[in-house]
């Protein structure tokens, strides 16, 4: 389960209304150290910016310079970098190539590549072949470095942290079902709307106690699933670790079903020559940039991340992003990826929002960005929809353990601000790194979430603003 669904799921009880609803429209807001101060958070530290749209005029700066964990607020310059580097009408192509006596299924790292797409790619590669049939089939992903987890250190089966390659099916994830009852049955499918074949190359079984194992032997990938967390029937996903492998057996037995027999997949380690029968483009990089911060994806931000860089490593990669960010005038970002699933990135609010507030970065990004994100969590009491007097907030939400951020844009009665508030229990997220959900973690971030309601809502009161930020920043 995803963090954001899970999050969801956990906000069913009737939160409070906003703290400011209701109030004279001229009565001060309270400032933000009073909201911070209530706010339950503990010993967490917070850096909230607000700047307002036209005039520049800093609204709110506090802790402005503190450099945080942006978490998935990441993907917002990760989004801008990719979109100047690349191109908003960029696509990414999987390429099925004729190489003498092999059929070679190329991918370009299309991030979105799912089943049902690939099956499409399969039936046009039979009618391509006629009557040849290969002797040797194989499948090459170094369009991309190969990445074998986004974020070292997680816990092994979380399904947002998998292997990014060049060729990526199904967002490198396979799909577990299983019913027990006696025994427990289990089964692996390369899960898609219409096409669902059975991911040959990936096995599971159950275990007694414990949690998830994971290993790789002559070629397969193998699950150890603890039994006590299955109940009687239910389903999840899980990461791959070997993407050319699972994708060559998918696109193995969707040819099968189009009358191309193919022979047993191998991986390709050099750059595929030969003739071209057969490609599939993905959707503009301005729609997968939208899907990546609806759903906050994590392998889509890596993808485009690398792509944009051309650099070899994910570490590289990182670092020619905050090359750029420099190069904006935008200084003391700290990077270690591009989805913001490192604890180790940094960045200060300050700069978020500074980024942000540039006219053509949200001539860019305020399109891409979710409506009311908050309600996810806090319901109607997130209060961001725009309608009878609430604020207009369109912003990207970001949240590891005992970290919560939000960053984006915020308009309610003819102001318009851009902002970011960065929380964090920097003690406490060290000390449950990789843990998923660890004890307090989830009361933890919905405070924090009220929080940024009210950071925002107080930044677009009717209040005088105080200076500007310094230019150098």
Same mark, same amino acid.
């Given at each position: 389960?995803?963090?954001?669904?899970?999050?969801? @799921?956990?906000?069913?009880?009737?939160?409070?209304?906003?703290?400011?609803?209701?109030?004279?429209?001229?009565?001060?807001?309270?400032?933000?150290?009073?909201?911070?101060?209530?706010?339950?958070?503990?010993?967490?530290?917070?850096?909230?910016?607000?700047?307002?749209?036209? %005039?520049?005029?800093?609204?709110?700066?506090?802790?402005?310079?503190?450099?945080?964990?942006? *978490?998935?607020?990441?993907?917002? /310059?990760? #989004?801008?970098?990719?979109?100047?580097?690349?191109?908003?009408?960029?696509?990414?192509?999987?390429?099925?190539?004729?190489?003498?006596?092999?059929?070679? =299924?190329?991918?370009?790292?299309?991030?979105?590549?799912?089943?049902?797409?690939?099956?499409?790619?399969?039936?046009?590669?039979?009618?391509? /072949?006629?009557?040849?049939?290969?002797?040797? $089939?194989?499948?090459?992903?170094?369009? =991309?470095?190969?990445?074998?987890?986004?974020? +070292?250190?997680?816990? !092994?089966?979380?399904?947002?942290? +998998?292997?990014?390659?060049?060729?990526?099916?199904?967002?490198?994830?396979?799909?577990?079902?299983?019913?027990?009852?006696?025994?427990?049955?289990?089964?692996?499918?390369?899960?898609?709307?219409?096409? %669902?074949?059975?991911?040959?190359?990936?096995?599971?079984?159950?275990?007694?106690?414990?949690?998830?194992?994971?290993?790789?032997?002559?070629?397969?990938?193998?699950?150890? !699933?603890?039994?006590?967390?299955?109940?009687?029937?239910? %389903?999840?996903?899980?990461?791959?670790?070997?993407?050319?492998?699972?994708?060559?057996?998918?696109?193995?037995?969707?040819?099968?079903?189009?009358?191309?027999?193919?022979?047993?997949?191998?991986?390709?380690?050099?750059? +595929?020559?030969?003739?071209?029968?057969?490609?599939?483009?993905?959707?503009?990089?301005?729609?997968?940039?939208?899907?990546?911060?609806?759903?906050?994806?994590?392998?889509? @931000?890596?993808?485009?991340?690398? *792509?944009?860089?051309?650099?070899?490593?994910?570490?590289?990669?990182?670092?020619?992003?905050?090359?750029?960010?420099?190069?904006?005038?935008?200084?003391? #970002? /700290?990077?270690?990826?591009?989805?913001?699933?490192? @604890?180790?990135?940094?960045?200060?609010?300050?700069?978020?929002?500074?980024? =942000?507030?540039?006219?053509?970065?949200?001539?860019?990004?305020?399109?891409?960005?979710?409506?009311?994100?908050?309600?996810?969590?806090?319901?109607?009491?997130?209060?961001?929809?725009?309608?009878?007097?609430?604020?207009? !907030?369109?912003?990207?939400?970001?949240?590891?353990?005992?970290?919560?951020?939000?960053?984006?844009?915020?308009?309610?009665?003819?102001?318009?601000? *851009? $902002?970011?508030?960065?929380?964090?229990?920097?003690?406490?997220?060290?000390?449950?790194?990789?843990?998923?959900?660890?004890?307090?973690?989830?009361?933890?971030?919905?405070?924090?979430?009220?929080?940024?309601?009210?950071?925002?809502?107080?930044?677009?009161?009717?209040?005088?603003?105080?200076?500007?930020?310094?230019?150098?920043?």
């Amino acid at each position: 389960m995803k963090r954001r669904d899970f999050l969801l @799921a956990a906000s069913a009880a009737v939160l409070a209304g906003p703290a400011w609803a209701g109030r004279p429209r001229r009565k001060p807001a309270p400032s933000v150290a009073q909201l911070f101060s209530g706010a339950g958070l503990g010993r967490a530290s917070l850096g909230f910016a607000a700047i307002e749209l036209g %005039s520049g005029a800093v609204l709110q700066d506090v802790g402005a310079g503190l450099a945080l964990p942006p *978490a998935s607020t990441l993907k917002t /310059v990760t #989004a801008l970098y990719a979109l100047e580097r690349l191109g908003p009408q960029h696509r990414f192509t999987t390429r099925v190539l004729r190489d003498g006596d092999t059929l070679v =299924l190329a991918g370009g790292g299309d991030p979105a590549l799912d089943t049902d797409a690939l099956a499409g790619l399969a039936a046009e590669t039979a009618r391509a /072949v006629g009557d040849w049939r290969p002797e040797r $089939f194989a499948v090459w992903g170094g369009a =991309l470095p190969q990445v074998d987890q986004i974020a +070292p250190g997680q816990a !092994v089966h979380l399904a947002y942290n +998998p292997t990014v390659s060049g060729m990526i099916l199904n967002y490198n994830r396979v799909y577990l079902g299983w019913r027990c009852e006696a025994d427990c049955t289990l089964n692996l499918q390369a899960r898609g709307v219409a096409q %669902s074949p059975r991911a040959w190359t990936i096995s599971a079984g159950t275990t007694p106690g414990g949690g998830f194992g994971h290993s790789i032997a002559e070629g397969r990938e193998h699950w150890q !699933v603890p039994r006590a967390g299955l109940g009687r029937s239910g %389903s999840r996903w899980l990461p791959v670790r070997r993407p050319e492998a699972y994708a060559g057996d998918v696109f193995q037995t969707l040819a099968r079903a189009q009358g191309l027999a193919l022979p047993t997949p191998e991986v390709a380690h050099v750059p +595929p020559a030969g003739t071209e029968i057969a490609r599939l483009d993905s959707a503009p990089l301005t729609v997968l940039l939208r899907g990546m911060l609806e759903h906050s994806t994590n392998l889509t @931000a890596e993808v485009v991340g690398l *792509a944009a860089s051309g650099a070899t490593t994910q570490a590289d990669s990182a670092r020619a992003m905050g090359e750029w960010l420099e190069d904006q005038g935008i200084t003391g #970002a /700290v990077l270690a990826d591009h989805s913001g699933m490192s @604890a180790q990135n940094r960045i200060t609010a300050q700069s978020l929002a500074r980024l =942000l507030a540039r006219p053509p970065a949200r001539a860019a990004l305020r399109p891409l960005l979710n409506t009311d994100p908050l309600r996810e969590v806090l319901g109607e009491a997130a209060q961001g929809h725009g309608r009878d007097g609430a604020a207009l !907030v369109q912003a990207k939400t970001g949240t590891l353990n005992f970290v919560s951020c939000l960053a984006g844009y915020a308009a309610a009665d003819g102001r318009e601000i *851009a $902002f970011a508030a960065l929380m964090a229990d920097e003690p406490r997220l060290a000390a449950t790194s990789g843990r998923e959900w660890p004890e307090g973690s989830l009361a933890w971030v919905k405070r924090a979430k009220l929080l940024q309601r009210d950071l925002v809502a107080a930044s677009l009161r009717d209040e005088p603003p105080p200076a500007m930020l310094p230019p150098e920043i």
